[in-house]
């Protein structure tokens, strides 16, 4: 092979690796947002396409006309609360709750017939709209918190490239409904938002049972290509399903194993083996099971640490990287002397108060620092911020009133950030 050739495949290879990690952060692009990612995926659509089918099974979706390319990603069954990655608040970073979630889903809806709109006419469309159905929950525009809600629903439209802006911010709206915001809607980011194997409008939804919802979303992710009750390989609760009969069904079961497996690996940055159900830390333990998850860590250019208690995948690039930790902001700070003082702990487990004292101490000790904090309940929602922020990182668990550190936390143990003297560690409640 000349020196030529191999030139080219170590470009293809780099561009390859960047492209699944960049789609792994990013599973929709569009061509106006991000035309260096659009045109990297379009390049090197093949290579990567057929990484995300072989190995996780999910499909890549790609629209030159549109301009955009979508992975539908099928994630893996959340066993814990923690395991969701709902829409967040726009300043507080706080899940979504319902109301906004309602505010979303009629929003898009109303910009459906819409190539322009100003923000107090979407505005409005919602409030009628939520009016004349009973089922929805009411918007008022007249209410402070209303709108709050409806600028986070319209700051998430923004970043995924619904909305355009064209004139005005989205955050006056929130002390000014006469605001002058001028959007342009972008149809192909629109329709694209919600991407599922199943189309919605081949899910039957029976409405009058009172888990008519749960139903609807289980419609939307099926996947009736990997047989019957494919998912009872992945639940932890359930005993083993019985082997297949035949050998399409075996096949089919040891597809799903696959899929199911790397899903998690690639879904989060650690996984540890007691999340995994008995069927799946079989296929990891065996031959062909590791050499399929290290075929595809380095075909994605990850570095995979392998331990006792489960897997780490490692972006040197933080190509992949959504959410950095440790990173800027009170909240990692506080979640490191979290995590340091689990550590030291018997059994790495505390009661909250516990841990609400430590950062208490560290907010008096240090003044000039996370001023947002320095109030009666400041503790408490740092507290709360960074508990969140290991949660989403699985570095800690919670039952009760009682936290315990995972082993993943321990290699962050003492990495405190704010280079003060720790508060004296407190006796912790029975």
């Keep these: 092979m000349s020196n030529l050739q191999n030139q080219l495949v170590v470009a293809e290879t780099v561009e390859v690796r960047k492209a699944i990690r960049l ?39 790609l629209s030159p006309r549109r301009g955009q390319v979508r ?30 979630y309602v505010l979303l889903c009629v929003a898009a809806a109303e910009l459906v017939a819409r190539r322009a709109v100003t923000l107090g006419e979407l505005a409005e469309a919602t409030a009628r709209a939520c009016a004349t159905d009973s089922g929805l929950p009411s918007f008022e525009t ?9 600028v986070d629903v319209v700051l998430m439209l923004e970043a995924a490239g619904v909305l355009e802006p064209v004139e005005g911010r989205a ?31 081949w899910v039957v939804v029976d409405l009058d049972s009172d888990r008519w919802i749960d ?34 069904a075996r096949t089919r079961r040891n597809l799903w194993l696959r899929h199911s497996t790397l899903r998690a690996m690639f879904d989060d940055p650690a996984l540890h083996r007691d999340r995994l159900s008995p069927a799946q830390r079989d296929y990891l333990d065996s031959i062909s099971g590791r050499e399929q998850l290290r075929r595809a860590a380095e075909t994605a250019g990850f570095v995979l640490e392998t331990r006792g208690e489960g897997y780490l995948l ?26 340091t003082e689990l550590t030291s702990a018997p059994d790495f487990r505390l009661h909250v108060a516990t841990l609400r004292t430590a950062l208490r101490g560290l907010l008096t000790a240090n003044r000039g620092w996370a001023r947002i904090y320095q109030d009666d309940d400041g503790p408490d929602r740092l507290l709360a911020e960074g508990l969140a922020l290991l949660g989403r990182h699985h570095l800690v668990t919670r039952d009760g ?28 409640p029975a």
């Design 314 to 339: 490692v972006d040197p690039d933080r190509v992949a990287t959504d959410e950095l930790f440790p990173g800027d902001g009170a909240p990692s700070v506080a979640a490191l002397h979290l995590v």
């Design 215 to 248: 139903g609807a979303v289980d419609g939307l992710l099926d996947e009736p290509s990997y047989g019957e009750n494919y998912r009872r390989a992945t639940r932890r609760d359930l005993d083993p399903p019985p082997p297949p009969d035949d050998d399409a």
């Design 401 to 428: 009133d009682h936290v315990t550190a995972r082993p993943a936390a321990h290699r962050y143990r003492d990495a405190d950030l704010v280079g003060t003297p720790r508060p004296e560690p407190q006796e912790d």
């Design 71 to 100: 992975l539908v990603k099928v994630a893996p069954p959340a066993f814990e609360p923690g395991d969701s990655r709902p829409a967040t608040q726009h300043r507080s970073g706080v899940p979504f709750d319902r109301h906004r």
């Design 171 to 201: 955050e006056s709206f929130t002390d000014d409904v006469a605001t002058p915001v001028l959007y342009q809607v972008e149809q192909a980011a629109l329709f694209s938002l919600l991407a599922a194997p199943v189309g919605a409008s």
């Design 142 to 150: 007249t209410r402070h918190g209303h709108r709050r809600a409806f």
């Design 23 to 61: 789609l792994l952060r990013t599973p929709l692009i569009l061509r106006h947002h991000n035309a260096e990612g659009y045109d990297l995926i379009h390049r090197r659509r093949v290579a990567v396409g057929a990484w995300f089918e072989n190995y996780l099974g999910w499909e890549l979706r």
